[in-house]
T-cell receptor, first 114, second 112 residues
């Protein structure tokens, strides 16, 4: 299985809602990532988990809260978002700390904040 | 910002023609990777070239890397309509753990 899955595909939420994005991989990868991508822009790194521990937080606002319950699963909890947070949220995974790791991406969750 | 710049921003060609995209970056790198993204979807890894390599091939793809100029190019030969996508270079850097920073992207349109 060389696939990264993400649910839901689309999410519409109000600014007072709490929602979660889910990402799963079964490739035995030990590093998992969250990226945010605005329209016609490149993906921007948000968080990196390695061996289920948060390794990198790219100064992301606290209304985004990542969680890695196990080596296959990565969640992104959303609370009190702003309309400017509307974007495509991409999850990726890679073999690990390898300096030459290829990242495998999921199809993304398109988030709209009203 | 570590972000790389790609040019052209958009490229429109006919099937069978070659497409060349260029990427420039700012800092020392471990490697440079190219990814493809179909409209609004996830990214697909195309090829990785190490910092000590100058050229690499994979099928119809040819990538070059010039670390002295901090630049790379991606050539797609004999393009097909299915190659229509956005193409991003991504520089891998960092010690101990690699971060990927994506370039601005080139939108390629291949017409039948």
């Amino acid at each position: 299985d060389t696939e990264v899955t993400q649910t839901p595909k689309h999410l519409v939420m109000g600014m007072t809602n709490k929602k979660s994005l889910k990402c799963e991989q079964h490739m035995g990868h030990r590093a998992m990532y969250w990226y945010k991508q605005k329209a016609k822009k490149p993906p921007e790194l948000m968080f990196v988990y390695s061996y289920e521990k948060l390794s990198i937080n790219e100064s992301v606002p606290s209304r985004f809260s990542p969680e890695c319950p196990n080596s296959s699963l990565l969640n992104l909890h959303l609370h009190a978002l702003q309309p400017e947070d509307s974007a495509l949220y991409l999850c990726a995974s890679s073999q690990g700390y390898d300096r030459e790791s290829e990242q495998f991406f999921g199809p993304g969750t398109r988030l709209t904040v009203l | 910002s570590q972000q790389g710049e790609e040019d052209p921003q958009a490229l429109s060609i006919q099937e069978g023609e070659n497409a060349t995209m260029n990427c420039s970056y700012k800092t020392s790198i471990n490697n440079l990777q190219w990814y493809r993204q179909n409209s609004g979807r996830g990214l697909v890894h195309l090829i990785l070239i190490r910092s000590n390599e100058r050229e690499k091939h994979s099928g119809r793809l040819r990538v070059t890397l010039d670390t002295s100029k901090k630049s790379s190019s991606l050539l797609i030969t004999a393009s097909r309509a299915a190659d229509t996508a956005s193409y991003f270079c991504a520089t891998g850097w960092g010690t101990g753990f690699q971060k990927l920073v994506f370039g601005t992207g080139t939108r390629l349109l291949v017409s039948p």
